[in-house]
């Protein structure tokens, strides 16, 4: 894929995205909101299988994750065709919600949809208000730069650098944090940290030259590499591996609300055994171009 069908097929999906934020809203889609919403009560498989779908909720512009087709309105991605799978099994459609990243663990909290789908780093604060899902991704941080910049060999040079990532998501945290280091270390650190809605924005700017650097979850930076060799590429370390940005692994996931613990187990016996099949590596392969090992257990940070 060239970059010019990358950047066109993100546009259409921060366009999606900012269109559809009053659905985000919408408590007459069928999600457990529309039906018992106020009774507190919790989600059931049986509730589920009655309305007939699960309601899953996602911001379709974090490729290969969840992104928007071509067409401008179909999800596709790596989440979508776990999801496809997992509806299959249960015997319900699918029914994507695509809304703004940062509001959406406060719909799951409101109720307006069953689970958020969207590509969620684990961390401690998120799994004392949700319980997250076995990991379905590698997502610790690394650092991607345009092709050929050699101002940028090793994580080292990030002095002075205008770096991007995206606001309210663990890569910020991750990015502020190195920067720190940084600081810390006798440096002077980012010359300045850019914070994006979404990281079509900020892959356009590392392009066009606005950015040095993008810092972005593993998986994801390695599938834009993949599709894009000749415009970007990894920074490395001084042995020549990806380095990485945060010091311990960041592992990636799906929120589900704690009273619903009937689907989050569900969920994870499906994960579990999307592992022991195959599908799961299938998919990685498919999405990602390389498998990653997965835990199902100690996935979840001390801090």
């Keep these: 894929m060239k970059l010019k069908k990358l950047i066109t097929g993100l546009l259409a999906g921060i366009l999606m995205v900012t269109s559809l934020t009053a659905c985000g809203n919408n408590e007459t889609t069928g999600s457990k909101t529309a039906q018992s919403a106020k009774s507190g009560a919790a989600l ?27 067409d401008g309105e179909t999800i596709i991605g790596y989440n979508a065709d776990l999801f496809a799978k997992i509806c299959e099994d249960l015997g319900v459609e699918l ?72 606001t309210s998501c663990f890569d910020e945290t991750d990015t502020k944090a190195y920067n720190e280091k940084l600081i810390a270390n006798g ?23 606005k950015l040095d650097i993008v810092a972005q979850n593993y998986a994801s930076a390695a599938a834009i590499v993949k599709t894009n060799p000749d415009d970007f590429e990894l920074v490395t370390d001084e042995n020549g591996d990806v380095a990485m940005v945060s010091e311990n692994d960041t592992w990636l996931s799906w929120a589900v609300r704690k009273s619903d613990k009937e689907l989050f187990d569900y969920i994870n016996e499906e994960i579990a055994k999307f592992k022991k099949d195959g599908t799961l590596a299938q998919l990685q392969e498919k999405w990602f171009g390389q498998t990653v090992e997965l835990p199902e257990s100690d996935y979840i940070p001390a801090e």
């Design 187 to 209: 440096g002077s650190g980012y010359k300045e940290l850019k914070l994006y809605d979404g990281f079509p924005e900020a892959y356009m700017e590392l392009k066009n030259k």
């Design 95 to 166: 029914e994507y919600m695509d809304v703004p990243f940062q509001g959406i663990l406060a719909g799951l909290e409101a109720e307006k949809y069953d689970i958020v789908g969207a590509t969620l780093g684990i961390t401690k604060e998120r799994t004392s208000k949700y319980d997250m899902t076995y990991p379905i991704q590698k997502g610790t941080n690394v650092f991607i730069k345009r092709k050929g910049d050699d101002s940028i060999k090793t994580p080292a040079d990030m002095e002075e650098k205008v770096v991007g990532t995206q």
């Design 44 to 70: 059931t498989l049986d509730q589920i299988k009655k309305n007939g779908k699960l309601v899953v909720a996602t911001e379709a512009a974090y490729e290969p994750f969840e992104y928007l087709d071509v």
